[in-house]
């Protein structure tokens, strides 16, 4: 994560640190260079949630799944506090290929203009395929992405994401009201009713495998002599004949087992 802008306190700080290293500078080149990692100007702050509706999630998916060239979209989002929920998903017209989406800039704002308000109002997210390809963002997407930027007001917020058919996910948040930007790993991501499933699937578990060693052999499932009653109860009668089988094969080896304690 880094700031979108830099406060006054932030520029009075990287002036003085250019003006230390240039009163030591030393060197032959032309041109100096003299970098400043944003990130270290960010100090904790809250991570956000992103949560996709049930709806917003499948679409972007079969989208993606559907579609053998790129294809664009955008998000109706709410925002409560720091978590935001992205609604719904909504198609633009739009010209592609398998790398580019192109719009109709007459043909794009007539669209948005017959937007119910409650949708105008929340279009805070612009996604898109890659394909095939890998989900980082070309020159063409920086620069679109900066375009929105700008447009953007003091407590505004924006979401960038690109999807590819491998189910790869590259997501960015702009947040002006923090003043910050957030990266995928910067975000906690969650789909809605995924806690449901999670919760319902601790109620699924495996039948428990039954173990004999006082028998002097270990039993289970894989063992072509092993035999117990509770097949039937674990698979059902349709089991019942190759339970039967092993049963017969059990007894066998119980016999011999037998024969050979005596010999002892």
């Not at 957030?182 to 906690?188: L, N, Q, S």
Request: charged share 25%.
């Amino acid at each position: 994560m880094k700031p979108i802008k830099l406060t006054a306190i932030q520029i009075n700080g990287m002036l003085r640190e250019a003006q230390e290293y240039l009163l030591k500078y030393k060197g032959t080149d032309s041109t100096i260079n003299c970098k400043f990692d944003l990130r270290q100007l960010i100090t904790e702050v809250e991570k956000p949630t992103i949560i996709f509706s049930q709806k917003a999630y499948l679409k972007m998916h079969m989208l993606v799944k559907h579609n053998t060239k790129e294809i664009a979209w955008h998000g109706i989002v709410e925002r409560n506090n720091n978590t935001f929920t992205v609604k719904d998903i909504l198609v633009y017209p739009q010209e592609v290929t398998g790398v580019t989406v192109e719009t109709d800039q007459q043909e794009y704002s007539n669209w948005l203009i017959n937007l119910p308000d409650e949708q105008f109002n929340n279009l805070r997210m612009q996604g898109h395929s890659h394909v095939n390809m890998g989900v980082s963002p070309s020159g063409t997407d920086t620069t679109w992405y900066n375009s929105i930027l700008q447009q953007l007001q003091n407590d505004d917020y924006y979401i960038f994401l690109i999807l590819n058919k491998s189910g790869n996910l590259h997501l960015e948040l702009y947040d002006l009201k923090t003043n910050t930007k957030y990266d995928k790993e910067d975000i906690e991501i969650k789909i809605e009713h995924e806690d449901w499933v999670k919760e319902m699937s601790k109620l699924v578990k495996e039948p428990p495998k039954v173990n004999t060693a006082s028998e002097g052999y270990e039993l289970n499932y894989n063992n072509p002599y092993y035999y117990t009653d509770d097949l039937d109860k674990v698979y059902g009668s349709a089991n019942s004949a190759y339970n039967a089988y092993k049963k017969r094969k059990y007894e066998k080896w119980k016999q011999n087992q037998n024969k050979k304690g005596k010999k002892k």
